[in-house]
């Protein structure tokens, strides 16, 4: 594993969480001058963050909650996103069938009209209605529907733009690196850090934020000592990934009989995502996983709609996710409040502590805005906002297609089917990665389906992957394609690279003590 490069003994803020929170605080805030650091106990983006539908979306499903606050903060930051992170996140029509036994369609009307006007709307179209024709993959039995827009997002990879950003403005990021105490004493808090191989360093930080998903709460328990202020309500969300079903571009959102949703999106060019379950869970949120019941649930949800009938035998992947939600004593889980909030506690005024509840994905660069406002009070020579016009690491131009013809013509002798996938996965960062390559044999070792040892070295050394899970379903969505002979190959190769480049941290780490 590779060692945590700790670089200062003290810093402004110890942010704890290496999820989309926890990234986009850490970001913020050493963009305003803070001296940051991160620690992630596994990988960043390992749990809620990397398990979610793949959207930037408002929430359609939350306006009939009356959720109007956060369904506009979403809208809006649909939009920021949308300008700042062009290589993740693009636009996606999505068609909502009517089924007139379910929601009435004056209800979706109105429902559609709201969603294109509270907030403003610059860059996707708006909402239709639509009859829908022979050709449409859906059973005959449905001819009447509707068209909105919202957008498709690779969660996990939003998550590491982030690191970097932080990384960039000066930020420690600690993967594989616990919290497993924290105490206010006079010289500040008092953090002690736990790597994988077991190794524990001490640090001191002036304020701390708790951005620990699923585990915000237990932190308070375990790490903390303190009792915690509110109370979270974890929601299981399980997705299934099947050979895409349709040929269409447009994603589909599904009224099921008992009143939740289904969204069958398209998925890595060859598939279709299916999901989300909404179901409340109760047990360790790091032993999540789909049950029989929800996948016979999504497949039959799918069956309903689809002429293209699929079966346990069709699913190539699946996924689930825990999401923390703020307990508001809803009765269902899909009634749960997406919304999140913050709570903040210090002594006489300093060494404040900020925890996270709730939120959602498509809100996280604003949650993480406000929430470093909030640890601003403390330091009051920090900066002034600045991510909303500030595009991620790799997203500083305007055009998936203009990108990859530009980089199709600075390497022609690349495979346009690698240079689709960089480009949605790296934006301008492409180029950096392929900075010393100028023929075919220069990108390494070849593990099939495109993927080459340069880009797998970047990700070892730039992007804090340590293990195969890391490059293949968080970094890559390779583990899609791969056999098991050429994932163990792989794994071979990473192992042999972590190996390297941790023999040469602590090299490097002996010298300097010396």
Not at 1 to 13: C, E, G, N, R, V
Not at 407 to 419: H, R, S
Not at 473 to 495: A, F, P
Request: with cysteine.
């Amino acid at each position: 594993m590779q060692a945590s490069l700790i670089t200062k003994q003290s810093y402004d803020l110890l942010v704890i969480g290496g999820g989309v929170n926890g990234t986009g605080i850490a970001a913020d805030a050493a963009g305003r001058g803070l001296s940051v650091a991160l620690c992630e106990m596994n990988d960043l983006g390992s749990a809620t963050s990397s398990n979610s539908s793949k959207l930037i979306h408002g929430g359609l499903r939350y306006l009939e909650y009356y959720e109007f606050r956060l369904v506009r903060e979403a809208l809006a930051e649909r939009e920021v996103l949308l300008g700042n992170a062009p290589h993740i996140i693009a636009p996606l029509r999505f068609q909502l069938p009517h089924r007139p036994h379910l929601r009435h369609a004056w209800m979706i009307r109105a429902g559609l009209f709201l969603y294109d006007n509270l907030a403003k709307r610059s860059t996707l179209k708006k909402s239709v209605s639509l009859t829908f024709t022979k050709d449409s993959p859906l059973q005959e039995n449905m001819r009447k529907g509707f068209e909105y827009s919202d957008a498709s997002v690779d969660d996990a990879r939003l998550v590491i733009f982030n690191a970097l950003a932080a990384k960039q403005h000066g930020a420690d990021i600690l993967v594989q690196t616990k919290c497993i105490s924290a105490k206010r004493t006079e010289q500040g808090w008092c953090v002690a850090l736990q790597e994988s191989n077991g190794k524990v360093t001490e640090i001191y930080a002036k304020a701390i934020a708790n951005a620990a998903g699923p585990w915000v709460a237990s932190l308070f328990d375990d790490t903390l000592d303190e009792t915690s202020p509110k109370s979270i309500r974890l929601i299981k969300g399980s997705h299934i990934i099947v050979p895409k079903i349709h040929t269409q571009s447009q994603a589909f959102i599904l009224q099921n009989e008992d009143g939740r949703i289904v969204f069958v999106i398209p998925y890595q060019d060859d598939f279709s995502l299916i999901g989300t379950t909404d179901v409340e869970y109760l047990g360790d949120p790091s032993k999540v996983a789909i049950d029989q019941e929800e996948i016979e649930y999504l497949i039959s949800v799918s069956n309903a709609h689809f002429k293209a009938q699929i079966s346990a035998q069709d699913i190539v992947s699946t996924y689930s996710g825990v999401r923390p939600l703020l307990n508001d004593e809803s009765d269902s889980a899909q009634a749960v409040t997406r919304d999140y909030t913050f709570e903040v506690s210090a002594v006489a005024g300093k060494l404040p502590l900020l925890s996270v509840f709730g939120g959602k994905i498509t809100t996280y660069r604003k949650l993480s805005q406000v929430a470093v406002d909030k640890l601003c009070e403390y330091f009051p020579s920090a900066g002034a906002p600045w991510t909303k016009d500030a595009p991620l690491p790799g997203g500083d131009f305007s055009s998936r297609e203009v990108l990859q013809t530009k980089l199709e013509a600075q390497f022609p002798w690349m495979p346009q089917a690698v240079i689709k996938r960089f480009v949605r996965s790296y934006g301008t960062l492409s180029r950096y990665i392929l900075s010393n390559c100028s023929q075919l044999a220069d990108l390494g070792q070849d593990f099939g389906f495109g993927l080459y040892g340069v880009e797998v070295d970047y990700l070892i050394a730039d992007e804090w992957a340590v293990t195969l899970e890391d490059v293949l379903w968080r970094r890559t969505k390779m583990g899609l394609y791969l056999s098991s002979d050429q994932q163990q190959v792989l794994d071979e190769y990473i192992q042999l690279k972590t190996t390297t480049a941790d023999e040469s941290s602590l090299n490097l780490e002996t010298s300097v003590n010396r």
